[in-house]
């Protein structure tokens, strides 16, 4: 059912490994709209670069990050894998949209002053410009639809304010070039995943974060069972046994992260899960959470193994993306020349 009109295109930075929430949150999700989309999917590793970065650790990570979506079964094939600096339009596209986007807006991201912190002035020119270059991301392609985390929902919101003030500030050249009333479809976000806020095991009012000291705050997709079992054992939990309707989960923020990520797992329901640990303590629920999430995750983690073994797939894969990518970017990154006037 693929059309050429629809196009998903989706960005998961190489910083770290991937995490449970990352798992549940997007990737779930990437693999499911390969059935019906024509996919993008990028390790955004200019993104990355807005913090330092240690260079060996950043091209680990890159090659980490794509091994971890040909683990979880997005197909290659069938789907554009790769990673953002090998297709230079991203950041000639940015540019472009660096003259559309406005200072307020970026100062306005919630992400950019949580990252940037007390020390505004000293962060550096790429982290306030992050969301411009996610836009160009999305855009290059003229994507329609953008599974992300719901932390991403303000960059999205963002992309389609630039998409829709470059349409208009340029519609004229637009309609004289022929390329209809707008050149930019306004990008979807698409935020429901199987579990779309996963949060930390030993805070269940923080998101899982690759960026908690605490590696038992989360589950890592290159975890071993047996660190899964430690983890989910140690996770923070209350004194109360388990409510048996979903009701009385309100209040008990990691009760209610452990049985949601129960139900992502497992594919049942919250309620269903309750039904039938309700009235019981946690250990008897945790046990059986090991269990599901080591049938669930294994698998994954061998397969990366197996894929990191070849260091040379990878890389293979990640330039055989980017040079379909590219031939997609260089055709639109043309059709923005002719529109803002630049020879060619
Ligand atoms: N900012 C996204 C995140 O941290 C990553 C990203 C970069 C992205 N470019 C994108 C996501 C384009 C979707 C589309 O999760």
Same mark, same amino acid.
């Given at each position: 059912?693929? +059309? ?5 295109? /989706? ?44 260079? +060996? ?10 091994? $971890? ?7 290659? !094939? ?8 090998? *297709? ?5 596209? $940015? ?79 637009? /309609? ?5 009333? $707008? ?12 579990? +779309? ?12 974060? !690759?960026?908690?000291? /605490?590696?038992? /705050? ?13 983890? *989910?054992?140690?996770?923070? +939990? ?56 080591? $049938? ?5 983690? #061998? ?31 043309? #059709? ?9």
């Amino acid at each position: 059912m693929t +059309t050429s009109l629809q196009r998903v295109f /989706s960005g998961v930075q190489s910083t770290g490994n991937l995490h449970l929430g990352n798992y549940l949150g997007a990737i779930v999700k990437f693999v499911e709209l390969q059935k019906s989309f024509e996919c993008l999917y990028c390790v955004v590793d200019l993104h990355a670069i807005t913090v330092p970065q240690n260079p +060996t650790e950043l091209r680990n990570n890159t090659r980490e990050i794509a091994a $971890a979506f040909l683990a979880c079964g997005i197909d290659p !094939k069938k789907n554009i894998v790769f990673n953002q600096s090998q *297709v230079p339009e991203h950041a000639e596209l $940015a540019w472009v949209l660096n003259c559309v986007a406005r200072i307020g807006w970026l100062n306005r991201m919630t992400q950019f002053k949580d990252k940037a912190g007390k020390d505004r002035e000293n962060a550096s020119v790429g982290l306030l410009d992050y969301p411009v270059l996610m836009a160009a991301d999305i855009l290059i392609y003229r994507a329609t639809h953008v599974p992300v985390g719901d932390d991403q929902k303000q960059h999205l919101e963002l992309a389609r304010d630039i998409a829709q003030k470059f349409n208009n500030d340029f519609s004229e050249s637009i /309609s004289r070039n022929s390329f209809g009333e $707008a050149f930019f479809p306004l990008p979807e976000p698409l935020i429901s995943g199987p579990a +779309t806020r996963v949060m930390s095991l030993r805070d269940g009012t923080k998101k899982m974060s !690759k960026s908690d000291i /605490s590696d038992y /705050s989360r589950i890592n997709l290159a975890d071993d069972a047996d660190q899964i079992a430690q983890k *989910v054992r140690k996770a923070k +939990t209350d004194p109360e046994p388990l409510p048996s309707e979903e009701k009385g989960l309100e209040g008990r923020p990691e009760a209610d992260n452990l049985v949601g990520i129960f139900a992502a797992l497992s594919g049942r329901t919250k309620a269903d899960i309750l039904s039938e640990f309700g009235g019981t303590n946690f250990s008897n629920f945790k046990n059986a959470l090991v269990d599901v999430a080591v $049938a669930k995750l294994a698998p994954i983690t #061998a397969r990366m193994r197996e894929i990191r073994a070849d260091e040379t797939y990878v890389d293979t894969i990640l330039r055989d993306g980017s040079e379909r990518a590219r031939s997609i970017a260089r055709e639109n990154m043309n #059709a923005v020349k002719d529109i803002v006037g630049f020879l060619r």
